[in-house]
């Protein structure tokens, strides 16, 4: 069973920048679509960004223009670059395959934006 391993959250502050790492046990990543996605306390999870044949970007309107989401496929890992956090943010982040959730949920990332 593929494993997906989420990494760089952090305590920032308001503006601040980011850059969370997913990485998987198996070679996924040149094989299916991803996503980026978050849960915030009380909240449904949400998409925030995907990267569909390794090119095509895709943002929720919330992070358009801030989050970049990018792909090594050497490296086996799937990037978010996150600039100018607001609190808003604040959540657990995930990856996972987009648009169709194939794999479990990993541990998710902690991001806090707070000052």
């Known amino acids: 069973q593929v494993q997906l391993v989420e990494s760089g959250g ?4 308001p503006g601040g920048s ?3 790492s997913c990485t ?9 679509d991803m996503g980026w996605y ?3 306390p009380g909240e449904q999870r949400e998409m925030v960004a995907t990267i ?3 090119r095509i970007t895709i943002y929720a309107d919330a992070v358009k223009g801030r ?14 670059q996150m600039n100018n956090l607001k609190p808003e943010d604040t959540a657990v982040y995930y990856c996972n395959t987009y648009s169709v959730v194939l794999y479990p ?7 806090t934006v707070s000052s």
């Not at 998987?24 to 299916?32: H, L, P, Q």
Request: hydrophobic share 40%; aromatic share 12%.
């Open 10 to 13: 952090d305590l920032v502050q």
């Open 18 to 20: 980011l850059r969370l």
């Open 24 to 32: 998987a046990s198996g070679n996924i990543f040149s094989v299916y």
């Open 38 to 40: 978050r849960q915030a």
């Open 52 to 54: 569909i044949r390794g």
């Open 67 to 80: 989050f970049t989401i990018s792909r090594d496929n050497a490296k086996n890992t799937v990037y978010l």
């Open 105 to 111: 949920w990993g541990q998710g990332t902690q991001v």
